[in-house]
């Protein structure tokens, strides 16, 4: 059944309060308890007078998302799905955060320790639409109404693509608001989307997480008090994920979730080029980075990012109806 306006404002308005209630009770915890962040040497100057700055921010995230969804009248199998995956990729976070903290260093979990947990998670998340959707295999292509059957390439291609997915977002929350605000856009087009095909599962817990972003903004932008940490961002990964999986558009999400898959990109083309030629393509990656680098403020490049994905999930309006 089409949820209405007044049940996802009512989701929303609900998971925003969690987080604005909470936050002045949890921000003082971190820094009495000296979870600060430990900023990248390598990283650019004019962030390392964040180091310190409270961080795993993110359980705010996934306590609002949590008990919003939790809430409901009735939950169903895609329900817990989606809390699994926003749950899951967030204490996978949580543990990188608590190794940065307490060995008091800049990197936590060691990549593959990172990499097992999640493609774990992935295949389980994968196999679960594979069997339980008749129609998981068949993606949507945006623009036209073919699909791609990927059969039983579904649950390699869709594992492969959570994990990638779940590690551009993480690398996104590189300036205060970015990876929020970009998700808070890429959440309410899936909850546009997921009530105009009736998946209320979806709905709610996009409305959720848009609630819960808007929450986490009034703390994490610019100036952040808070970090959201990988903690966060993993579990904002798991819920973005959660949301095209579930509705079989990931397809879909590549268009709307477009700077999640720049930011990354830009990683793999620095890496690369550098081995190759011991030379640079960016300035600095992620490419939030790179336009640091040139000069622009912060604030600038957040906003940019924000109105580069409104334009996207715009598309992705005009793709789908």
Request: proline share 4%; with cysteine.
């Amino acid at each position: 059944m089409m949820l209405g306006i007044t049940e996802l404002t009512y989701t929303a308005m609900i998971s925003f309060l969690i987080v604005i209630i909470l936050g002045p009770i949890f921000i003082p915890m971190l820094t009495k308890f000296k979870f600060g962040q430990t900023v990248r040497d390598d990283g650019p100057k004019t962030h390392l007078q964040k180091n310190g700055t409270p961080t795993m921010g993110g359980v705010l995230i996934i306590i609002a998302i949590l008990i919003t969804g939790l809430t409901r009248s009735n939950i169903s199998s895609d329900m817990v799905i989606g809390l699994i995956c926003v749950v899951g990729f967030g204490f996978v976070g949580f543990v990188d955060d608590f190794i940065i903290i307490k060995m008091k260093r800049s990197l936590g979990l060691k990549p593959w320790q990172k990499i097992v947990m999640q493609v774990a998670l992935a295949l389980y998340v994968s196999y679960y639409q594979y069997s339980s959707s008749p129609s998981a295999t068949q993606l949507i292509i945006p623009f036209t109404d073919a699909v791609i059957n990927l059969g039983p390439l579904y649950v390699p291609i869709m594992t492969f693509m959570i994990v990638g997915i779940v590690n551009a977002v993480n690398l996104t929350d590189g300036l205060d608001g970015l990876a929020s605000g970009v998700t808070l856009i890429v959440a309410a087009f899936f909850m546009i989307f997921a009530t105009s095909i009736s998946n209320t599962d979806v709905a709610v817990l996009a409305a959720a997480t848009v609630g819960a972003c808007i929450g986490f903004l009034g703390f994490n932008a610019y100036p952040a008090k808070i970090f959201m940490g990988d903690t966060g961002s993993m579990a904002l990964g798991g819920a973005v994920t959660a949301f095209a999986v579930l509705t079989n558009s990931m397809l879909l999400f590549v268009l709307v979730g477009g700077i999640y898959f720049a930011e990354a990109i830009s990683v793999m083309l620095q890496v690369t080029y550098y081995k190759l030629t011991k030379k640079r393509i960016f300035k600095m990656a992620p490419i939030h980075h790179h336009f640091e680098q040139c000069g622009w403020p912060e604030t600038k490049v957040v906003f940019t990012f924000w109105i580069v994905t409104v334009v996207l999930a715009w598309i992705g309006i005009i793709a789908v109806f």
